[in-house]
């Protein structure tokens, strides 16, 4: 069963705006990884945050994690084409060792 | 330093027919992870090793699937025999550290399985 729901499905925007990809997740977390994936490719790890953190940047990427919502999103600011790619969220549960996924976001940057 | 190999890159079978997939991952890593990932889906873990030895396989169909891991290194996934609803993207990742899931996972490029 997938543990995180990412929101929206998809999105469209145009290079030089901002992207913001939302996930939700069900029970308590040791920490929540987010992954992004080319059309056709494996997925490629983007960053981590852990359950005690609030923030992490890196380079264009900043994710925030709020454990009250139970929730995390990821902003990709300046997007550029190359950064057209299905993101994915994934949970590892508190106490667990499994590394479970959502469904995914599938962004689309317009040059 | 090389990435995880992943061979074949496409696969199709009919149903009722067997099917191999193998793995090679990142020298050193101690940890293997076989997902399954169906179009418009994340991926789904389907086996876990540490070394040689099995951490994980509670979402393995073991009817008809089975993996291996001999010597701790590379790995192979069988699917015998395949169902319609295995048509998906088998995807090898691996990673450094023991498998408690706070580290990152290096992913192959995936095999994408179609059954006819």
């Known amino acids: 069963s997938q543990q995180g729901e990412e929101d929206p499905q998809a999105l469209s925007i145009q290079e030089g705006e901002n992207a913001t990809m939302n996930c939700s997740y069900k029970t308590s977390i040791n920490n929540l990884q987010w992954y992004r994936q080319n059309s056709g490719r494996g997925l490629v790890h983007l960053i981590l945050i852990r359950s005690n953190e609030r923030e992490k940047h890196s380079g264009r990427l900043r994710v925030t994690l709020d454990t009250s919502k139970k929730s995390s999103s990821l902003l990709i600011t300046a997007s550029r084409a190359a950064d057209t790619a299905s993101y994915f969220c994934?949970?590892?549960?508190?106490?667990?060792?499994?590394?479970?996924f959502g469904a995914g976001t599938i962004l689309r940057v317009k040059s | 330093e090389a990435g995880v190999a992943q061979s074949p890159r496409y696969k199709i079978i009919e149903k009722r027919q067997s099917v191999a997939f193998w793995c090679n991952p990142i020298?050193?890593?101690?940890?293997l992870y076989w997902y399954q990932q169906i179009l418009g889906q994340g991926p789904k873990l389907l086996i876990q090793?540490?070394?040689?030895?099995?951490?994980?396989d509670s979402q393995l169909p073991k009817d008809r699937f089975s993996a291996e891991r001999l010597k701790g290194v590379d790995s192979t996934l069988k699917i015998q025999p395949a169902k319609l609803e295995d048509s998906a993207v088998y995807l090898c990742a691996s990673s450094p550290i023991r498998g408690r899931g706070n580290e990152k996972l290096f992913f192959g490029s995936g095999t994408q399985l179609s059954v006819l």
């Open positions: 994934a949970t590892t549960r508190e106490y667990g060792n499994k590394l479970v």
């Open positions: 020298s050193g890593h101690a940890t």
């Open positions: 090793f540490q070394n040689n030895g099995v951490v994980d």
